[in-house]
């Protein structure tokens, strides 16, 4: 069932602007804190939760459990210990060689989720198709671009539930692809999101926040 | 000062989860009903607190406030009503021509902010630089994916604030430049953002949100 505005608590402004200020890119984590379940539940979901274009979440997050993998991709991303100490280390994807096929099968679950015959979704999947047959350089930096969006909600609501997190683009995509043999499952990885932990001694987190003045970053029209 | 861990009063994972549910991409909004200050000042505060690849902040937000620009951007927009009726229209932008002096300002912000001179963030400029000046188009699509972040952050805050927002892509983005004379003040338009309050008969918020199951969209490796 749809869930109604009422019931949507909604969080103060200011305690949810405390998390995002408190939110830094943690580059060094405790190795021993763990994330609680619901708080991991919680960000897998919004992964899962995360808006895409039309819907068609051409997208798909490994989460690497396995230590022997994570100290393999450890120095295909720098050597950044973000890697190795996080608890959580996922690798965001993008669906590789993304066509007819899986606006096909996002049609299907359309269908299937809104018990609505698959004719009646016509118009809306040519639409769709349109999209997907643009040429594929292109297609993949569209559905890329839909993976940063995830980012940013994963982020979020890691920052809202006091959980670390930091985002990684330093790291070697086709060793990545290699290790965890991603491209044979049908994905490239595209971005890093280790969470878990500060360290009482990472650096970042106690310098202060770099931003230029909303002034210059907000403008009215 | 940095705030510290203490400083943030976690979410409950539930009612976190609640509002990503109840979040969906609002095609009609109550032309009538406006975002409180508060809730709009953290929303933008979102924005500028997003985080970007080294922390460039290469994007710009522009809210359309006077209702005749909305008016005229309206049919550059498939004729979308979000363009005219959500409270807020926010045009997510990119730097255009980015490179050297834009690093240079970044550099000049992280010294001001974090009182070091400018020859101790040398390092940090040349891995900048070595980004920046990549051929302009992967320049380019580097930072607009660093502006889907943004977008993440925001409609994430939005929904953990009761806010209702639509993400678009659906835009002539050449036209909205022109409208708003983006490129002449150093921009592009990427992507939209309306924000609001959902029209009690919008169609789409009380349909079925439509997702793969979790178990396709996340593996544990």
Redesign the interface.
């Given at each position: 069932?749809?869930?109604?505005?009422a019931?949507?608590?909604?969080?103060a402004?200011?305690?949810?602007?405390?998390?995002?200020?408190?939110?830094?890119?943690i580059k060094k984590f405790d190795a021993q804190k763990k994330i609680p379940a619901?708080?991991w539940?919680?960000l897998?979901?919004?992964?899962?939760?995360?808006?895409s274009?039309y819907?068609l979440?051409a997208?798909?997050?490994?989460?690497?459990?396995?230590p022997a993998?994570r100290a393999k991709l450890r120095p295909a991303a720098w050597d950044q210990a973000q890697i190795t100490d996080a608890d959580k280390l996922v690798v965001l994807c993008v669906k590789k060689d993304f066509g007819e096929a899986d606006v096909d099968r996002f049609v299907e679950?359309?269908s299937e989720?809104?018990k609505l015959p698959v004719a009646a979704l016509e118009p809306y999947k040519k639409m769709m198709l349109a999209s997907a047959q643009l040429p594929p350089e292109r297609v993949a930096?569209w559905l890329?671009?839909?993976v940063?969006?995830?980012?940013?909600?994963?982020?979020?609501?890691a920052?809202?539930?006091?959980?670390d997190a930091c985002?990684m683009?330093g790291f070697d995509k086709d060793k990545f692809d290699e290790i965890?043999g991603l491209p044979a499952k049908g994905w490239n990885s595209v971005v890093l999101a280790a969470a878990g932990y500060?360290a009482a001694d990472d650096a970042y987190?106690?310098?202060?926040?770099?931003?230029?003045p909303?002034e210059?970053?907000?403008?009215?029209?």
């Open positions: 069932m749809p869930i109604t505005a019931a949507n608590a909604a969080a402004p200011e305690s949810l602007l405390a998390s995002l200020r408190w939110r830094a890119a619901p708080a539940n919680a897998e979901e919004s992964l899962v939760l995360a808006p274009s819907g979440q997208e798909k997050f490994f989460i690497v459990d396995d993998l679950r359309v989720v809104r930096a890329t671009r839909q940063y969006i995830a980012l940013g909600v994963f982020l979020t609501t920052a809202a539930l006091g959980v985002p683009e965890l500060r987190a106690s310098q202060a926040k770099v931003r230029f909303r210059q970053v907000v403008a009215h029209l």
